[in-house]
């Protein structure tokens, strides 16, 4: 079970198999807060390695720490620091004119073997985002692997059949909402700690209804209130905001 300690809860996944290293990464998109990147970075078990993706690098800088590796071809980077990581031999640098977004460049050269977490993938255009999403979700599926993305405002987790998740909201607080979204055609899953409760319930992805939940008062005043979630089939994505 890999466990993992952002700023705003924390997050079990359990997969059925050892703890793994991470590889996190950092793309252009909503840029994630300075205060809970470093955060998350110093409580990263292991020795996690860092990777960013274009403009991802000024987001490392802004935190004051650096990437192992950046890769894409360097349009929205700062121009100082895209060359210093060059002259470094930390970039793998690709032309403007390409066939694959600098997201899908990153994760051909992300180790297979490390859970994947990656940031600065929310906000800006909506193609980007939908990209970003559809990228992320099919890897994920194709890999059946369990792939984090997280910022300061929201985590999501693409959840494989036969996973579980569990989500540990700090002391006297609670997630704005809970969301549940089928990625493939059709899922199965359960949830409990929320007001709710759905037990191996059958989600569509043209029927998006199990979103904007939120955690029981009875669970809020358990010892160690917590949402816990299971993908029962299929590949689903539990969402977390706030």
Not at 100 to 113: A, G, K, V
Not at 130 to 158: C, H, P, W, Y
Not at 209 to 228: D, G, K, W, Y
Request: aromatic share 10%.
């Amino acid at each position: 079970m890999n466990k993992l300690f952002f700023p705003q809860g924390t997050l079990h996944i359990d997969d059925h198999q050892p703890v793994r290293e991470i590889a996190f990464s950092i793309c252009g998109g909503r840029k994630p807060a300075a205060g809970w990147l470093q955060m998350t970075a110093e409580k990263l078990p292991g020795t996690p390695e860092f990777f960013a993706a274009d403009r991802g690098l000024n987001y490392y800088h802004a935190a004051r720490f650096y990437p192992d590796k950046v890769i894409g071809d360097g349009d929205s980077a700062d121009p100082v620091l895209w060359q210093q990581a060059v002259e470094q031999g930390k970039a793998e640098v690709f032309p403007v004119d390409k066939n694959e977004t600098d997201l899908q460049l990153l994760l051909e050269i992300l180790p297979p073997e490390k859970l994947w977490i990656l940031s600065g993938v929310y906000g800006g255009r909506l193609d980007h985002l939908l990209s970003a999403f559809e990228t992320l979700g099919t890897a994920a599926l194709q890999k059946n692997r369990t792939i984090v993305l997280a910022d300061e405002r929201e985590i999501t987790v693409f959840v494989p059949a036969g996973v579980k998740i569990k989500f540990y909201p700090p002391a006297e607080e609670t997630p704005v909402a809970v969301s549940l979204l089928a990625f493939t055609e059709k899922s199965k899953v359960s949830i409990t700690g929320t007001k709710w409760q759905l037990e191996e319930t059958e989600l569509s992805r043209n029927n998006p209804f199990a979103i904007s939940n939120e955690m029981s008062e009875t669970e809020m005043i358990r010892e160690l209130p917590h949402v816990s979630f299971t993908c029962h089939t299929g590949m689903t994505v539990f969402y977390i905001a706030g």
